[in-house]
């Protein structure tokens, strides 16, 4: 047998199958990958250290910009951290109001990888839907916030404003037109012969290595371990709210979209729950004069269970009105770099993309 | 899998099933989206209501906001003549600028789309660019959800019941918690710098209150004002009066703060220690000073750092002027002056006392043995009520009766008292006239919301029972036999509304009616005495009405004769307005005779 010739390709850095700007050097034979080797620096805007610059409110207005189809479990996790340094409490209306919108991301975002993941797999019509089905949640945070994409919502003390009137009721309608669309999306990808062929036992995360990867959210989800920290260590009112965690064996691609698929439906069900158990009162705990806002020295440590899985925040304050120092640790720094290495090799040219959105890899996340 | 996997084949062409239904996209632009209510679009800015506080160009953290001046907006106390451009450029839609707006002005709108090919179209000036857009208003902040604090930290005082049966302090002054809560209001915009008349450093103090560091507070408050602790009890502060947040809230209790930081330097020598102020080398000029008022002391003071001799002439036995002998105890106590005072000797100010010029020295002995000379000599003479019989014996004058009762006397005024007047220094004779036991009764021309008085200092009168009797106009004293008040008549008045101006009270024609009293106080204003002015001086010394002409640099039409206070025509009469004169004359003099 002779052997081929290792070929090297660059995949991206600007390349419709690349979840963002980044770039991936692989080494193929033939069509088999050989190794991959996942380049950043095309993005890089330096987040943690512009937060050092901003007082504590400033910074708020960038911690969307983290990762653009889910800015909301960012903006959360860096809310819980403050209040944590600050031992602000949270009105429980605010905390409701989160659960709601940090569902809504999920939903929206799952509606957007809907999209990429039938795209790369050369599906294109459930994308056209669902990205036409997700501008119902975006009206819902236009409603909510003023803003669709970037809601600059969640501050630390509890929500920017109430719920306006008629919301609830829309939240509801949407709701249930979302809940009837599930099935058709059923229709279109899983049960279609091309996604099942190409989704199956491609990509695989070994469900004995995962934790130690770093894995987390839905691909962790899809090799059978269960772990979300809205039950592990809830936040918000998940502790109030009745829902399941989703899990699938494989840790295949075919694995992680069936978990996304079903998060759909809880997270459908979590949004009922929170709208139906609404408390009154106010919706946020005011914070002093921003312009002069200083926050207790020390260290703190918040997380959420975003749409790509469990990331945190860490910020350390000493005593001014500016953070000495942030950090975010999210799902893609571990996805799209150490796993992404480690499985590519064996696996096709044609599945770099296809495994590269199952796994929720958001670039500007990685260069933080 | 099979290769035949039939069911996978045919599921999905389910799909079809959509072909024939409506689409979930507008056709746009013949139909329109449905905005938000609450949408981030473009901004509207209300170019009247807006006061160029610039909060909104400090919040906004990626620099898309300039404040401009603009050729329509002139500059007004409180309203610094900006008005924000946006880059719509860098503006990232957040409307933090929306919700730290004090004045409500700036607000976003359903806006948001714009097609140009002139990338600076993008600099937008909201208000004067998008007038139109006032009637699409949309992401607003009103007081609740606004981030400003609108609300003060009340100040604590005296119970009224309590109060009138001494001179104890009636405003208890912020503790240190109140203090910090309140300095965090402020949001450093500077208006009130621009109004204050000596432009004391408000927002940096107040920042370093709401840092916890009081010594550096009273440093900053020291370097241009020499009597703060008194400021920081009594002043008139027209600062408040153009805080940003009083447009739609309380304004920052810019007096109260200073009372708190000064009165942490519990004595002079504490004082001394945290100023610390830079002291010239002594030069050989020296400068007279004559009367050791706020004007005087702060001439003095400021001269003294530079390095001046500097002597004060006070014909009084204590220091202060009109902040000692006018103001009552109650508002401003005699340790606090002193401690002032002492605070400025230990700075090298010489003062000597029960010196009245033109009598213990004469006014050319201080002018030929000084090389600049400043008068700050105040207005000690009252107006007269000009009533019949007003020289009966127990009708006083509010200089002479306040003068008696701060120096400790007790002034014979028996147990009902009318007041005539509606300034402070009305209220000051009235309320000094209950603690001394009487029933105290104001007779006032206007309505009680003309009175030029404090609000605040009117609200104390009303909670000790003073009677206030608006819209009266004395007419006559009735004495008894023996020459002694025993009443006063007078007429009731309505408020006529002529052209623009402030209704004019005109009496109401037998409608005279007699109040019984025992002394009458006359508080309608005072004048100066230029007694003290030698002749040839007096002629040659220009004058506006009855004050002293003097020009920006308080120098008079005499040479090297500089003067300052309530005598001079610059600005109001009152204590901030002396020391201002003071700081200017100071500046002015070094100027003049070191030439720097």
């Not at chain 2, 965090?184 to 920042?207: A, D, F, K, Q, W």
Request: aromatic share 8%; proline share 5%; with cysteine.
């Amino acid at each position: 047998m002779t052997r081929e010739k290792e070929t090297t390709l660059y995949l991206g850095p600007q390349h419709p199958g690349i979840t963002g700007n980044m770039m991936i050097k692989l080494k193929v034979s033939g069509d088999t990958v050989v190794s991959a080797e996942t380049h950043l620096g095309y993005l890089h805007r330096a987040f943690e250290k512009l937060i050092e610059r901003r007082n504590w409110l400033q910074s708020f207005t960038i911690l969307c910009r983290f990762c653009v189809p889910e800015p909301d479990p960012i903006e959360l996790s860096y809310a819980l951290a403050v209040e944590k340094l600050e031992g602000r409490a949270v009105p429980e209306r605010a905390d409701y109001i989160r659960t709601i919108v940090a569902e809504l991301a999920r939903i929206q975002s799952f509606l957007l990888w809907y999209g990429g993941q039938s795209g790369s797999g050369g599906l294109y019509t459930l994308g056209q839907w669902s990205v036409g089905d997700r501008n119902y949640i975006l009206d819902l945070f236009e409603d909510l916030t003023g803003a669709r994409i970037y809601h600059m919502f969640m501050w630390p003390g509890g929500v920017r404003r109430d719920l306006p009137e008629g919301w609830v009721d829309k939240a509801y309608r949407t709701m249930d037109y979302l809940e009837k669309r599930l099935d058709d999306y059923n229709k279109l990808l899983f049960d279609n012969a091309i996604f099942q062929k190409r989704a199956q036992g491609v990509g695989i995360i070994p469900k004995d290595k995962a934790l130690e990867w770093g894995v987390v959210g839905p691909p962790l989800r899809g090799t059978g371990i269960k772990h979300d920290v809205r039950i592990d260590e809830p936040y918000a009112a998940y502790d109030k709210i009745d829902f399941e965690v989703p899990t699938y064996e494989g840790g295949d691609v075919w694995a992680r979209a069936l978990v996304r698929r079903d998060e759909i439906k809880q997270s459908i069900n979590i949004i009922r729950q929170a709208l139906d158990n609404m408390p009154g009162g106010s919706y946020y705990n005011r914070i002093p004069n921003p312009m002069k806002w200083t926050v207790p020295a020390g260290n703190a440590w918040a997380k959420t269970e975003s749409v790509r899985g469990e990331i945190g925040f860490y910020l350390v304050s000493d005593g001014s009105n500016k953070p000495r120092r942030a950090h975010l640790r999210g799902a893609a720094y571990a996805h799209g770099i150490s796993v992404l290495e480690k499985i590519l090799p064996g696996e096709n040219i044609a599945d770099v993309s296809f495994i590269l959105n199952s796994l929720g890899v958001c670039p500007p996340e990685m260069e933080r | 899998m099979s290769i035949l996997n039939l069911k996978g084949i045919l599921t999905p062409l389910t799909a079809l099933k959509q072909m024939g239904k409506e689409p979930h996209t507008i056709n746009f632009p013949d139909e329109q989206k449905n905005i938000s209510k609450i949408y981030r679009g473009f901004h509207h800015n209300d170019l009247d209501l807006c006061i160029g506080c610039g909060n909104c160009e400090t919040i906004c953290m990626n620099d898309a906001i300039d404040m401009i001046s603009l050729a329509e907006i002139a500059g007004e106390p409180g309203d610094s003549g900006l008005r924000p451009r946006i880059d719509y450029g860098r503006c990232c839609y957040c409307a933090l600028c929306v919700d730290v707006c004090p004045s409500g002005s700036l607000n976003m709108t359903s806006e948001f789309m714009k097609v140009t090919p002139d990338p600076y179209d993008f600099l937008m000036t909201p208000g004067k660019d998008n007038p139109e857009a006032v009637d699409k208003l949309s992401f607003t902040a009103d007081m609740d959800t606004s981030l400003n604090l609108f609300d003060r930290v009340p100040m604590r005082e005296l119970d009224p019941e309590e109060r009138v049966k001494s001179f104890a302090e009636v405003f208890l002054g912020y503790n240190e918690e109140e203090a910090r809560i309140e300095a965090n209001r402020c949001i450093s915009c500077g208006l009130c710098t621009e109004n204050c008349p000596v432009h004391m450093h408000i927002p940096e103090y107040i920042n370093a209150i709401a840092n916890a560091d009081d010594e550096a507070a009273i440093k900053i408050i020291y370097d241009n004002n020499d009597l703060p602790e008194m400021c920081g009890k009594v002043c008139t502060r027209r600062c408040e009066d153009v805080c940003a947040l009083q447009v739609r809230g309380e304004a920052v209790a810019i007096r109260w703060l200073k009372g708190y930081a000064t009165t942490r330097a519990e004595n002079a020598e504490m004082i001394a220690e945290i100023v610390k102020p830079e002291v010239r080398e002594p030069n050989q000029y020296k400068v007279g000073i004559i009367g050791a008022g706020p004007a005087g002391l702060t001439a003095g003071y400021y001269l003294a750092l530079k390095g001046y001799d500097i002597t004060i002439y006070e014909a009084q036995k204590d220091p202060g002027g009109m902040i000692m002998y006018g103001i009552p105890k109650y508002r401003l106590p005699y340790d606090s002056i002193q401690k002032q005072v002492d605070y400025m000797k230990k700075m090298g100010v010489k003062i000597h006392f029960n010196t009245k010029v033109g009598k213990d020295i004469s006014f050319n002995e201080i002018y030929d043995n000084s090389d600049a000379v400043f008068m700050g000599i105040g207005l000690q003479d009252a107006w007269s009520l000009g009533i019949q019989d007003e020289d009966a014996e127990g009708v006083w004058s509010a200089v002479e009766f306040l003068g008696k009762a701060n120096a400790g006397e007790t002034p014979d005024i028996g147990k009902r008292v009318v007041v005539v007047g509606g300034g402070d220094v009305s209220i000051d004779c009235s309320r000094v006239s209950k603690r001394f036991g009487a029933d105290v009764f104001q007779s006032y021309r206007r309505r009680i919301q003309d009175m030029p008085a404090d609000p605040e200092e009117i609200e104390g009168a009303e909670q000790e029972h003073i009677h206030i009797m608006p819209q009266t106009i004395p007419t006559r004293v009735i004495k008894d036999e023996k020459g002694h008040v025993k009443g006063m008549e007078y007429l009731k008045a309505e408020m006529v509304s002529e052209g623009g101006g402030r209704p004019r009270p005109v009496a109401i024609e037998g409608s005279e009616t007699i109040i019984e009293c025992d002394a009458i106080i006359a508080a309608i204003g005072q004048k100066a005495n230029y007694e003290l002015l030698p002749k040839e001086i007096a002629d040659k010394l220009e004058m506006v009405k009855d004050k002293i002409k003097v020009n920006e640099d308080r120098l008079t039409s005499i040479p090297k004769l500089f003067a300052g206070g309530d005598a001079v025509k610059f600005g109001n009469s009152d204590a901030i307005s002396a020391i201002a004169d003071g700081y200017a004359a100071t500046k002015a003099i070094d100027k003049m005779l070191m030439g720097k």
